[in-house]
């Protein structure tokens, strides 16, 4: 709960911030434990709502149904709000490097160690994310689900399919 003196007073934060300031990353997942969630911005207050919550909540679907994570803000999920977190700032500022859609999953369980899992949970609980990061990294590029919208069953070898395709990838071709 430390925040720190002022923003990015310590070395830690630091290093977070020049990292991403050097570097132009897309997605970003800031893992923690525990509570199996998949949280988004904005965290900060009750009624701050991101530009792209409905990208991030179609994304947060597809990126945690596999795990069936628990998605959506701060309050959404773990009930409190999270202001001064990574997720906001990454996804928040945009004067010193492009938006990154950053994310955090909230892996384990209270049974796991809860906040500080059992060394023989931790090999488990970061099996349960792969799936998660490998979601996450096809959001950075071209991805998309395509949708059966048909009603009817075909018969005799013939008939129409209605699809559509939705683009969750940020990628934008």
Not at 42 to 71: C, L, M, T
Not at 99 to 123: C, K, L, R
Not at 138 to 159: P, Q, R, T
Request: charged fraction near 20%; hydrophobic fraction near 30%; proline fraction near 4%.
């Amino acid at each position: 709960t430390y925040r720190g003196t002022s923003a990015f007073s310590e070395p830690e934060t630091q290093a977070i911030r020049d990292l991403c300031n050097n570097n132009e990353f897309r997605v970003a997942l800031n893992h923690h434990t525990y509570g199996n969630y998949f949280i988004y911005p904005y965290g900060y207050a009750a009624n701050a709502i991101s530009p792209d919550y409905d990208a991030h909540r179609r994304q947060s679907e597809q990126v945690a149904w596999f795990n069936r994570f628990k998605f959506g803000t701060g309050k959404e999920t773990v009930n409190y709000y999270t202001n001064g977190d990574s997720d906001d700032w990454m996804y928040g500022e945009q004067t010193t490097k492009p938006v990154i859609f950053a994310y955090t999953p909230e892996t384990g369980t209270s049974a796991m160690g809860g906040f500080w899992p059992t060394q023989n949970d931790i090999v488990p609980l970061c099996k349960t994310d792969v799936r998660l990061n490998n979601m996450a990294a096809l959001m950075a590029g071209n991805y998309g689900v395509l949708h059966d919208l048909s009603k009817f069953e075909i018969a005799n070898n013939s008939g129409f399919f209605e699809m559509r395709l939705e683009r969750l990838g940020l990628e934008n071709n």
